[in-house]
């Protein structure tokens, strides 16, 4: 599922342990790890930006970035990173002629998070069916729109965890490759985040307005409002030319 294998199992367990969690003492929750990770992506993000994409201005960069590693797109990732198992159905009766059908069973990285919060329970929900509806919508946008899907993605409203379990995960991955580089950013392209990236960064005709931040900042607030959600801005932007 992470394309990471790892070494000392209680820093993963770390990193999906949520700040509710209080049935062991073993590990801590994870917001140091996320701490560590946000750091990380956010070097990987600009340096990938900056050696692939020379010709990107410095505002372009920035605003590239800020598309990349908001909480509400990065929890977009985190739902649909899943681990697909197959499965033997048994035969319900003598007429299946005791052949047996192989299914899948989908299993999101967001499911094995530890916490002690009944809330979070509804919450997921909520969440897992806006992004049960909204999940088609958004992949088209970024598979082939010009445009970031901002509005849409804040429609999706999905509690913080989802995008800090992303960043968690990165910092455990950091921490148990010795400092890796190269592994976390393994983990970026096995949840398509690299891939987003480049398909932004590298359009033919980018212009400003494809992911520009400021222009979509009120509309995100928007569409907010709409769902009863209050959405802070994450990242700090410089004022446009």
């Known amino acids: 599922m992470l394309a990471f294998k790892f070494q ?9 342990t949520h700040p509710s969690w209080q049935r062991d003492n073993t590990t801590g929750s994870y917001q140091r790890l996320e701490f560590l990770g946000d750091a990380v992506l956010d070097f990987l993000v600009s340096k990938n930006l900056y050696n692939r994409h020379p010709k990107l201005a410095e505002g372009q960069m920035t605003e590239l970035r800020a598309a990349t590693v908001n909480a509400d797109f990065l929890a977009f ?3 649909e990173l899943t681990l697909t198992e197959p499965r033997c159905s048994k035969p319900s009766s003598i007429l299946d002629d005791f052949e047996t059908s192989i299914l899948s069973k989908n299993t999101s990285l967001w499911m094995f998070m530890r916490h002690d919060a009944p809330e979070i329970i509804k919450s997921q929900a909520s969440c897992s069916e806006r992004y049960r509806i909204l999940r088609d919508k958004i992949k088209r946008n970024l598979d082939n729109d010009v445009s970031y899907p901002w509005a849409t993605l804040a429609q999706l409203a999905p509690p913080k965890f ?18 890796c580089i190269d592994a976390c950013e393994q983990f970026l392209e096995r949840i398509n985040l690299i891939a987003y990236l480049e ?19 009120s509309a995100v607030r928007a569409v907010a409002a709409l769902v009863g959600r209050h959405v802070p801005i994450r990242r700090r932007f410089r004022k446009r030319d």
Do not use: P
């Open 8 to 16: 000392n199992r209680a820093l993963i367990w770390e990193a999906l």
């Open 77 to 79: 990732l985190c739902m």
């Open 162 to 179: 989802y995008s800090d379990i992303i960043e968690s995960t990165i910092g455990a991955i950091f921490i148990d490759s010795g400092g």
């Open 199 to 217: 398909r932004f960064a590298g359009q033919k005709e980018w212009t400003r307005d494809s992911v520009a931040v400021t222009i979509h900042t």
